[in-house]
């Protein structure tokens, strides 16, 4: 591993562990019918009185579930910070500096898969990535690039200028909810994140998580962020969104402290 070109000062890991409530999958819903109901806006105001600390959306090319006045309107009217999942375009990048979100999460998009498939690989796109992250930078926006657990691809993404990482742990969750939670997923989920933050970079977490993989995600002390989606949504289904962002704050800051 070659050492990096950019190493900082290692992130603070003292303060607890923050919750991004993802509320893609209201749009979702909403779109399946058209019209407003239910509203992506309003879901963000129940999770964040239910203890989340960061709203995540993803703005998609085709607009499957987020659209532009979605982002817009949660950008200046929510009271959590937004962080703006997109991939590294031209047409996201002018969206995402002409209306600055909190942060943005780089990540790969494909038109015909359900859900991000995957890490974005920055080593084999490194000089675009850099060039897309300075001018997001220049903007002011924090940069986090959605990566496998994979020390090379952390390694790429602190060469390119991003400000922190947020580990794909998909394959750890699916081998979770199989019952079988694989060992060797969860090491490669721990020796990324101690490689991201002792070369000064934030490390956070997501991807299929639920209550029982998240409280085991949350115990690694270098991840400081978990984004979580697809399961709040559908869970919120039979006990209502706040209860559940409730009891998901609950669990991690549990798995946190003990």
Not at 52 to 62: F, G, M
Not at 159 to 180: F, I, K, P, T
Request: hydrophobic share 40%; charged share 20%; proline share 4%.
């Amino acid at each position: 591993m070659n050492k990096p070109k950019n190493k900082r000062k290692a992130p603070n890991m003292d303060s607890p562990i923050r919750l991004g409530v993802n509320v893609d999958h209201v749009g979702t819903l909403r779109n399946a019918r058209g019209g407003r109901h239910p509203d992506p806006f309003l879901a963000a105001q129940v999770a964040a009185e239910a203890g989340a600390d960061i709203i995540t959306v993803h703005l998609r090319e085709d607009r499957r579930h987020i659209l532009d006045a979605d982002v817009s309107r949660l950008i200046h009217e929510s009271n959590l910070p937004i962080n703006m999942e997109m991939a590294a375009t031209e047409e996201m990048a002018s969206i995402a500096i002409t209306n600055p979100p909190s942060a943005i999460c780089l990540v790969p998009e494909q038109r015909q898969e359900l859900t991000t498939e995957g890490g974005l690989d920055v080593v084999r796109q490194l000089p675009y990535l850099t060039k897309v992250i300075g001018s997001l930078s220049e903007a002011g926006i924090k940069v986090t690039t959605f990566v496998d657990p994979d020390e090379k691809q952390v390694e790429a993404s602190l060469n390119a200028g991003a400000n922190a990482v947020e580990l794909h742990v998909g394959n750890y969750c699916e081998s979770y909810d199989r019952g079988h939670a694989s060992e060797n997923e969860f090491k490669r989920v721990v020796s990324a994140s101690r490689y991201a933050t002792n070369n000064g970079l934030e490390c956070h977490a997501g991807h299929g998580l639920n209550y029982g993989s998240a409280a085991i995600i949350a115990k690694i002390g270098q991840i400081t962020e978990l984004n979580i989606g697809h399961f709040l949504v559908g869970e919120a289904v039979f006990t209502g969104l706040g209860d559940v962002v409730t009891k998901m704050r609950s669990v991690i800051d549990l798995a946190r402290t003990s």
